[in-house]
């Protein structure tokens, strides 16, 4: 049996109905920019891997001391014992995080760090003696897929049998030009109830809602309405986090800064599954007590993991590094050439670029799983380049190194799907 068939043996894949998608190719190596199938055949990894490997697949200065850490502690308790990667992965970050953040929170994933940062929430009132119970949330917003996380999220179709069983939530649409007025006025009536305890948003861009983005100065207002209101304000950065938008952090494009932030995809540079969990020191002070159950009783099996760390912190050294730094302002600038060339395009609606971040939307109608989509995404895979279009808008988010000539094919293939439809 080949691998294909050794794979549906057993295998139960994420966000895929088997009986349509039996099929899954087998990648047998990685480096750099490239992902490697079991015939040799090479693809362009276009979305980095689920924004996680931007220095590139398997890059040496992530590789070698991950290998030397697993020759000296590969894993340890995190509850009682702590240890050095942590706790210099710990220093590293908060000297580039927003200044109000004091204390780090590990987990194991995106969606962990959400649920992580809800209950720290929702404990944060209930230790203070207060009645806060509900939480605002942007529509079309993607959190996660546990249950906290799938709550504050909006994208039902995925949500439907577990409606029943979610956490009460206040949507609020995403902010433009034509509905802020509006949205304020109601963003400050459910903030007036004051039930609310937090208020969560991915910054800038949401990822999932097929990289929609919105302007800071709209977030800015939000942000400073929620904490005038005594509401925590929670930025998952999930995936915009560690240089996406061209800054460290999307934070950084407000003045307002959040009091919580969560942190996974690219923060182990795609070598390990980690997250953060990081707020204010006000946030963690509500916990800090004489009494036990003031504490925040979350933890997770690997939470901190060592190998996870070290990988973390040869990450940070490179996004630090000028190279990196000048990768990024770079791809940024090539984006923004080619989305003037693209968006006169007949069969392009909509154009946008954030950071590293370049969306198209097509002029035309389609499901987000629907056939056209599958055309795209075989003729995409055929081309060499590896992109998952999300209903009508194909985008990439290339990882750091990637040369010119391998932006510039990707660039190529998008244009030439454009005959396809
Ligand atoms: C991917 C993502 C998550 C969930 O992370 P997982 O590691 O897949 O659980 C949460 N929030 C945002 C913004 C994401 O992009």
Redesign the pocket.
């Known amino acids: 049996m080949n691998f294909r068939e050794r794979d549906q043996k057993h295998l139960w894949h994420p966000l895929t109905q088997h009986k349509l998608h039996p099929d899954h190719l087998p990648i047998v190596k990685a480096k750099g920019v490239w992902l490697y199938d079991e015939d040799g055949k090479q693809y362009i990894d276009g979305i980095s891997s689920?924004?996680t490997c931007m220095y590139g697949h398997c890059h040496p200065q992530i590789i070698s001391p991950v290998k030397k850490q697993l020759e000296v502690l590969d894993q340890v308790v995190f509850s009682g014992f702590t240890h050095p990667p942590a706790i210099e992965l710990s220093e590293k970050l908060m000297a580039i995080l927003p200044s109000k953040m004091a204390k780090i929170f590990f987990s194991?994933?995106?969606?962990?760090?959400?649920d992580v940062a809800i209950k720290m929430s929702l404990q944060y009132y209930f230790n203070r003696g207060e009645k806060r119970k509900r939480i605002i949330a942007f529509d079309n917003?993607?959190?996660?897929?546990?249950f906290g996380?799938m709550s504050v999220s909006g994208l039902s179709v995925y949500n439907g049998p577990f409606e029943d069983f979610l956490l009460t939530v206040d949507r609020l649409e995403v902010p433009d030009e034509n509905n802020i007025t509006a949205l304020l006025k109601k963003f400050k009536a459910m903030l007036d109830t004051g039930e609310v305890a937090a208020f969560i948003y991915?910054p800038l861009v949401?990822?999932?809602a097929a990289m929609h983005m919105y302007r800071p100065d709209h977030l800015e207002m939000l942000l400073r309405m929620a904490q005038d209101a005594g509401v925590l304000t929670i930025a998952?950065?999930?995936?915009?986090g560690f240089g996406k938008t061209g800054k460290n952090f999307a934070s950084e494009y407000m003045i307002s800064q959040p009091d919580v932030i969560?942190l996974?995809?690219s923060l182990t540079a795609g070598v390990a599954?980690m997250?953060l969990t990081c707020c204010s020191q006000k946030v963690y002070e509500a916990f800090y007590d004489d009494e036990i159950s003031k504490g925040f009783f979350h933890g997770h099996t690997y939470s901190a993991n060592p190998l996870a760390c070290t990988a973390a912190i040869a990450g940070l050294d490179l996004l630090r590094s000028d190279e990196i730094q000048t990768a990024i302002k770079n791809i940024h600038k090539r984006h923004l050439k080619f989305e003037q060339y693209i968006k006169t395009h007949s069969k392009v609606k909509q154009t946008r670029v954030t950071g590293v971040i370049l969306a198209l939307d097509l002029d035309v109608k389609m499901d987000r799983y629907g056939k056209l989509r599958d055309e795209l995404y075989a003729f995409f895979m055929e081309q060499g380049v590896f992109l998952r279009p999300l209903g009508n808008t194909i985008y990439t988010l290339p990882p750091f190194v990637i040369s010119n000539s391998e932006l510039n094919r990707i660039y190529e293939v998008m244009e030439k799907s454009l005959e396809l439809i």
């Open positions: 689920w924004y194991d994933n995106g969606s962990t760090s959400v917003a993607f959190h996660g897929d546990t996380a991915e949401q990822g999932a998952d950065e999930v995936m915009t969560c996974s995809k599954p997250a």
